[in-house]
Structures are given as C-alpha cells and as structure tokens.
C-alpha cells in the first residue's frame, strides 16, 4: 500500500544547504549602481557581512566584509564570484559544515548548477532547522547508547552502585538523586533514563563495552564531550550555535563523532 512509507519513514531529518541559506527572491541586495557607502550602511544596519549585488541578468559580485563584523567602508571590498564563493544547493549540511571548517570560509553562494539561487554565510547556521537536525542526531545517539547497555543485561542496581562510587561528576550525582526521588515514590523508571549523555563514558568504562566499538576508553570520552558541547546548545534554542569562525569546528568535530558512534553502534547490534 502506499501509505507504508510513512508508517517506516525513520523520522530522521536530512536538511540541505538551501534550508539554512536564503533564497534569491527574499535575500537582500543592492543595485549594482550603488557606491560602497551606501553598501557599507546597509551592511552595518543589519549586521551584513556579505551582500549581493543585483543586476538585471543575475548576481556576478557581492560586497563583502574584509574582516568579518566590521562594516566601515574601508574594510568592505567588491568582490567578483567565483566558482570557489558556490556550492549546489542540495548539498548536505554535513558537508557543507565540513567545508566551513577545512576552508575557513564564511559564506556560499548557492547555485543550481547553472545560475545562482541562494546564499549561506555561518551565520544562517543558527537556524532552527539546524537545531532540529543536530538535536534529531543526538537524541538518535543516546537512544542506541541506552538499547546497547539495557542489551547486555546491566541491572539498575548494578548502574546505582556504579553512580554511587563516583565523585567528579555532579552530573552523575544529580542523577541518581532524581532516581533514588522517584523510585522511593515507586516510579518504576530506568535508571538510564535519568542519566545525562557524558556519563555513559562510566558505564562504558566500568563494563568494558569501549572496546566493543574499537575505542579506547579515552577516545570514547573525549567523543562524548566533543557531541555535548553542541547538545548543550541545540537543547537550548536560544543559544547560538555558532558565535564566531570558531564555532564551525566544535560543530564538525560533534558531527563526525556522533556519525562514528552511530555507525559504530550499529555494526555491533
């Protein structure tokens, strides 16, 4: 029937370039007989840090800033497009962010492969549906971290006496004060329901499933806390994920340990 996609669709959203960027027809431009100043004032009202030059066969140049966040006339540029400024517009999230971070860049024009359609600068990453995504990917994380402890037959006493020994995590003592609330009240929860994602690195470490994963337990922790960061964030909406240059590589390096972790996961299910 074909209804059954949508009974085994994985829920699991994929986004694109153009979801983040802004298209042609809602981006703001200017007219290709304006002067630098008057690029430079509406640059600086609106915090533009790249703006398209509009004329009536299409966008060939742009104003940028030189220094990014500083919109004085001297240090905006003309600038012409070149193949290196574009990138397909259906690229995936994924690497686009990847090439941010290898580059250095701080923004693309959008093409379909013949015109271009669209721009993303770093700053259009603090979108929702960047947040959904990211947050989809860790909520995706933890769910297989929590199915493969519960798989090996972890009891929630053994998890208690483990939390209870540890003193250099207040996240792990908040969370066995919330079980042990609610269990006296005969909640009948999981114990892994209460934990917060780091702390599944003394889980892993106490019952040796790192190497299950081929990782050391180092590598496994320092993953965790590579994909927190940007948790810690995306849980929060009204943070920004991305304040500076320096944001696109805590975003990488968090995409590319949840894609190993996950795929990890499922090879050993």
């Known amino acids: 029937m074909r209804e059954l996609h949508f009974f085994r669709d994985p829920g699991n959203p994929h986004i694109s370039v153009a979801l983040a960027g802004i298209n042609k027809l809602e981006w703001v431009s200017i007219d290709e007989a304006a002067t630098i100043d008057e690029a430079a004032r509406i640059m600086s009202e609106n915090r533009f840090d790249i703006i398209?030059?509009?004329?009536?066969?299409?966008?060939s140049h742009c104003y940028k800033t030189i220094e990014w966040g500083k919109y004085t006339v001297d240090n905006i540029e003309k600038h012409q497009i070149v193949e290196a400024d574009r990138l397909y517009y259906?690229?995936?999230?994924?690497?686009?962010?990847?090439?941010?971070?290898?580059?250095?860049?701080?923004?693309?024009?959008?093409d379909n492969l013949m015109e271009i359609v669209g721009l993303l600068s770093i700053g259009n990453l603090n979108s929702k549906h960047v947040y959904v995504y990211l947050y989809n990917q860790v909520v995706q994380l933890e769910h297989?971290?929590?199915?493969?402890?519960?798989?090996?037959?972890?009891?929630?006493?053994?998890?208690?006496?483990?939390?209870?020994?540890?003193?250099?995590?207040?996240?792990?003592?908040?969370?066995?004060?919330?079980?042990?609330?609610?269990?006296?009240?005969?909640?009948?929860?999981?114990?892994?329901?209460?934990?917060?994602?780091t702390d599944f690195r003394f889980i892993?470490?106490?019952?040796?499933?790192?190497?299950?994963?081929?990782?050391?337990?180092?590598?496994?922790?320092?993953?965790?806390?590579?994909?927190?960061?940007?948790?810690?964030?995306?849980?929060?909406?009204?943070?920004s994920l991305i304040r500076n240059v320096n944001s696109i590589q805590k975003v990488?390096?968090?995409?590319?340990?949840?894609?190993?972790?996950?795929?990890?996961?499922?090879?050993?299910r």
């Open 144 to 197: 297989k971290l929590g199915s493969y402890v519960n798989s090996q037959g972890v009891t929630d006493k053994e998890l208690v006496q483990l939390f209870e020994t540890i003193t250099n995590s207040r996240n792990a003592a908040d969370s066995l004060k919330r079980y042990k609330n609610d269990d006296a009240e005969a909640m009948d929860y999981k114990f892994l329901e209460y934990i917060y994602l």
């Open 90 to 110: 259906l690229t995936s999230f994924e690497d686009v962010i990847n090439q941010f971070d290898k580059t250095g860049r701080k923004f693309f024009f959008l």
């Open 252 to 268: 990488n390096s968090a995409i590319k340990a949840m894609d190993l972790l996950l795929e990890r996961m499922v090879a050993i």
């Open 204 to 239: 892993f470490e106490r019952f040796d499933y790192a190497k299950n994963l081929n990782l050391s337990n180092k590598t496994f922790e320092d993953l965790l806390d590579s994909i927190n960061e940007v948790r810690r964030v995306v849980a929060h909406p009204n943070k």
């Open 52 to 59: 398209p030059i509009q004329t009536k066969v299409g966008c």
